[in-house]
């Protein structure tokens, strides 16, 4: 589904990826860790098409396609999704709105029929309750006087709906408290199916025992150093990253 | 009536004879005038139309009107669809009251629209009122004034269908068509008055419109220099705010190749209130600007004022807001925002916000910031699928949003929302952002 070859990004000259590999298949479930400012975001960013970062080298595929090629707003339409580790507030415009917009411009790309207003409402009406969003935060703008939970909670919300094939999470147990983590984790597993892909980055073994993934990789200094199943992540939980850096 | 001499292509307005010439054409068209026009014009002639220098001018861009002789023939752009569907309708064509185009119909008992010419017959006492002299473009609206609307509303009366004034400018005359309207409320009276212009590259429509609204009046003034604007566009309200009476502006500068908006709030009244707000979006190539004083004369009053501004291509686009308080008007709160947003490099705002403020016990807040789309949150749009035009329409609509939101009629509030679409289609496609 996702294959990452000798990928180098940097921004302003500064190199942060400096040749990682990585591939993931239909139905599989990635974790990467890594210490503070290893570039794990980066990578998450520079697969999402944020401009800020250049590649110079490496290849990156998806589906079958050069994912580099394409601009942000296309890979979404190819199925890539981006949970924000810091979600960006938008005064003036509707959760609910912005959603909608999202959902039609992905089918547009498509050449699927947009969905009516009403169809839609109840779409994200059960997405909210899955996630136990409170109904009325879709009214708000978007994002705009969350909590850091309520922000995580409306990521998925929309992970949800866009319904990608493969979901970048960057982060999205930061923050949650002991209920609100189990409930995202509740709706990344009903996101995990044998024809999508979940690439989960975290700091912590806790988001890992409601979601057990298939591979752990541990990212140092924008490369993947080491690679396991799922107890790498508890070796890493006793002893750090001072033993693979 | 008297027509003023077809004459097209005339040269630049620097040319006094032009000016003595229409305001000695006109002396029989309200008569009531008199000695005041021969004296604004004297008047003119020694000031001339304000240039850069002069403060309040600085940014208004009156170049065309000196410079340029007018390039286009007399052509009639029709008349735009009305905001509010059975409005109160008076339209003027070139300065003079279309008859057959207005549409005034059954008016409720207090309520009386007549045309200038009429009332000052009526009160020729009034006349002196008219004349104003503070720099050139008021001169020559004393001087060469045609005709305009009086809307009285009595105590205790709202008129609920808004009556909306339509200037249309066909002819290209550099010395400008000139209207002066009034509007004269009643205690606790309402009313909504909405004007807009329609023109000519070439034109130049002047408008002064005085507003009185005493004691619990409620005055909607709108005033939208939309999509069939163009040429030169100045508008002058001169208003006056009584004790817990409401004046709520809004105005929309949108078309036209120079666009100025002015209003001179005054609140005389305690608990008095003045929203101020406008919307520029200005394309390449055209000049939008918006003037503000509100002055506070009485303690516990309110005023606020939120002006938005989206900049694309070469346009100018400034604000120029001043609040004032007088020394014993204590317990105020005036509120001020600016904020402009610029889609290409080579577009321009300016914001010039000014407090003076004499009293000490008053809450006064202003804030102006330029810059361009918010990066962040175009790339977190287009990370959910949005494409990067629409994402652009997306953050300005919700930008020019924080003055929609203001406006009460929902009628006018979705036709405004519509023309901002209208004009982004045209100006998101990022082409120029390189
Ligand atoms: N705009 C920028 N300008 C300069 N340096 C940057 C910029 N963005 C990121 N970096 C640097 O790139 C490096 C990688 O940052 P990144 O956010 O990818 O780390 P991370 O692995 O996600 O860290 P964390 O675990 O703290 O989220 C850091 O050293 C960071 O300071
Ligand atoms: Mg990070």
């Known amino acids: 589904m996702l294959q990452i070859d000798n990928l180098h990004a940097d921004i302003d000259g500064k190199d942060i990826l400096k040749g990682l590999s990585l591939k993931i298949g239909a139905g599989e479930v990635h974790a990467i ?93 059960a997405i909210a309750a899955e996630l136990k969003m409170d109904p009325e935060m879709l009214k708000r703008y978007v994002n705009v006087g969350f909590s850091g939970g309520e922000k995580k909670r409306n990521e998925m919300v929309q992970m949800r709906i866009l319904d990608p094939k493969l979901a970048i999470l960057d982060e999205t147990d930061s923050g949650l408290d002991i209920d609100a983590l189990r409930i995202v984790a509740d709706g990344i597993n009903a996101q995990r199916r044998a024809d999508t892909g979940i690439l989960l980055i975290t700091h912590y073994q806790r988001l890992l025992d409601y979601v057990k993934p298939d591979f752990v990789h541990v990212m140092v200094a924008g490369r993947i150093v080491k690679s396991g199943g799922p107890e790498l992540a508890h070796a890493l939980e006793q002893s750090g990253y001072a033993d693979v850096a | 009536m008297p027509t003023l001499p077809e004459t097209e292509t005339m040269t630049a307005l620097t040319d006094i004879t032009a000016v003595r010439e229409d305001s000695r054409t006109l002396a029989d068209q309200m008569p009531e005038l008199g ?32 410079t340029e002789p007018a390039k286009d023939s007399a052509q009639d752009p029709g008349l735009p669809v009305e ?166 502006a809004t105005s929309f500068m949108i078309g036209g190749t120079s666009v100025r908006i002015d209003s001179l709030v005054n609140v005389l009244g305690e608990g008095g209130e003045a929203h101020v707000d406008g919307l520029s979006l200005a394309g390449d190539g055209q000049t939008h600007d918006a003037v503000t004083v509100v002055r506070h004369q009485v303690p516990e009053a309110r005023s606020e004022q939120v002006y938005r501004a989206v900049g694309d291509g070469r346009a100018v686009t400034s604000f120029q807001g001043k609040v004032i308080v007088d020394k014993d008007a204590q317990k105020i709160e005036a509120d001020q925002s600016f904020k402009a947003i610029i889609l290409d490099r080579k577009a321009t705002a300016n914001a010039k916000p000014e407090l003076e403020i004499l009293a000490d016990d008053v809450v006064c807040s202003h804030g102006a910031t330029i810059g361009e789309l918010d990066a962040n949150a175009l790339f977190y749009l287009t990370s959910r699928g949005i494409s990067p035009e629409d994402a652009r329409a997306i953050l300005i609509e919700a930008f020019a949003g924080a003055v929609l939101t203001r406006i009460e009629n929902d009628d006018v509030r979705e036709q405004a929302a519509a023309a901002i679409s209208t004009w982004m289609s045209g100006h998101v496609d990022g082409a120029s952002h390189a």
């Not at chain 1, 890594?34 to 290849?59: I, M």
């Not at chain 2, 026009?37 to 009156?62: I, V």
């Open chain 1, 33 to 125: 860790m890594g210490p503070n400012g290893a570039g794990k975001s980066t990578l998450a960013a520079t697969l999402a098409g944020r401009d800020t970062y250049t590649v110079s080298k490496g290849s990156v595929t998806f589906q079958g396609k050069d994912l580099l090629e394409l601009e942000p707003h296309e890979r979404v339409g190819e199925g890539l999704f981006l949970g924000f580790q810091y979600p960006v507030e938008i005064p003036g415009v509707s959760n609910l709105n912005f959603m909608r917009t999202a959902l039609n411009s992905v089918r547009a790309y498509r050449g699927e029929e947009p969905v009516s207003a009403g169809d839609f409402l109840k779409a994200i009406r």
């Open chain 2, 35 to 66: 000695d005041h026009r021969s004296e604004a014009a004297t008047r003119f002639e020694a000031l001339g139309l304000p240039t850069r220098k002069n403060e309040a001018w600085r940014y208004t861009n009156l170049r065309p009107l000196k």
């Open chain 2, 83 to 248: 905001l509010v569907p059975g409005s109160i309708r008076l339209v003027f064509v070139d300065g003079h009251y279309a008859e057959d185009r207005s549409r005034i119909g059954t008016l409720p008992d207090g309520v009386r629209i007549s045309r200038l010419g009429n009332y000052l017959a009526a009160n020729p006492a009034r006349a002196r009122d008219l004349f104003m002299g503070d720099d050139g473009v008021a001169l020559l609206n004393s001087a060469l004034l045609r005709d305009g609307a009086v809307i009285s509303v009595a105590n205790n009366t709202s008129l609920a269908r808004p009556v909306e004034i339509v200037h249309v400018t066909t002819s290209a005359r550099r010395t400008g068509c000139h209207l002066r309207h009034r509007i004269e409320l009643g205690e606790r009276a309402e009313a909504t008055v909405i004007e807009r212009w329609v023109g000519t590259p070439s034109a130049w429509a002047n408008t002064v419109t005085e507003a009185r609204v005493p004691e619990a009046a409620t005055l909607t003034h709108l005033r939208i220099a939309g999509d069939g604007a163009a040429g030169t566009i100045t508008s002058a309200a001169r208003v006056s705010v009584g004790a817990e009476a409401t004046y709520r």
